[in-house]
């Protein structure tokens, strides 16, 4: 199957029936469906320019979220070109419509959590957490800032 140029990371769920690859040469996220009529198989779905590196498909395979990760690029870094990541955005690909939000928020992203029902998305960057509602979400919003001292104090209580 050609899935778009330099794919660089595969994902799949084994109680689903696809598989994700981010194509890091085409900024491309690939849905695969390998039970689909060979001419359905592989969907190309373009995120955001942002030199993104890392994705994470959600534990029902329903949203794919796709970001630049600092410390990842760093480690793999072969050139300072390696380095050009957007650390501000993240895109989120609604795997059934192929429907792609692009959204930026603070600084340098960590790390992404999908609530168990693929309600909410957490989005933990270097200073704070995005609480996303992805049924609602929409490109351009600004998202609201929770400190991450705020998850230290429930995790006191």
């Known amino acids: 199957l050609?899935?778009?140029?330099?794919p660089t990371l595969i994902q799949a769920n084994p109680s689903s029936e696809i598989a994700v690859a981010l194509c890091e040469g085409s900024q491309e996220i690939a849905?695969?469906?390998?039970?689909?009529?060979?001419?359905?198989?592989?969907r190309?779905?373009?995120?955001?320019?942002?030199?993104?590196n890392t994705m994470k498909l959600?534990?029902?395979?329903q949203y794919v979220v796709s970001y630049f990760d600092a410390k990842l690029?760093?480690?793999?870094?072969?050139?300072?070109?390696?380095?050009?990541g957007d650390p501000h955005s993240i895109s989120?690909?609604?795997?059934?419509?192929?429907?792609?939000?692009n959204l930026s928020v603070s600084y340098d992203v960590h790390d992404v959590y999908f609530s168990e029902n693929e309600a909410l998305l957490t989005?933990?960057?270097?200073?704070?957490?995005?609480?996303?509602?992805?049924?609602?979400?929409?490109s351009g919003k600004v998202?609201?800032?929770?400190?991450?001292?705020?998850?230290?104090?429930?995790a006191d209580n």
């Open 2 to 6: 050609s899935v778009g140029d330099r």
């Open 31 to 42: 849905l695969i469906q390998p039970t689909a009529p060979v001419e359905d198989q592989v």
């Open 44 to 52: 190309l779905i373009r995120i955001a320019t942002g030199g993104f």
């Open 58 to 61: 959600s534990p029902m395979s």
């Open 73 to 84: 690029a760093l480690e793999v870094a072969t050139s300072m070109s390696s380095l050009n």
């Open 92 to 101: 989120i690909i609604h795997v059934d419509t192929g429907r792609v939000v």
């Open 123 to 138: 989005v933990i960057t270097e200073d704070y957490l995005h609480s996303i509602k992805l049924g609602a979400v929409r």
């Open 143 to 154: 998202l609201p800032l929770l400190p991450q001292t705020l998850l230290a104090q429930m």
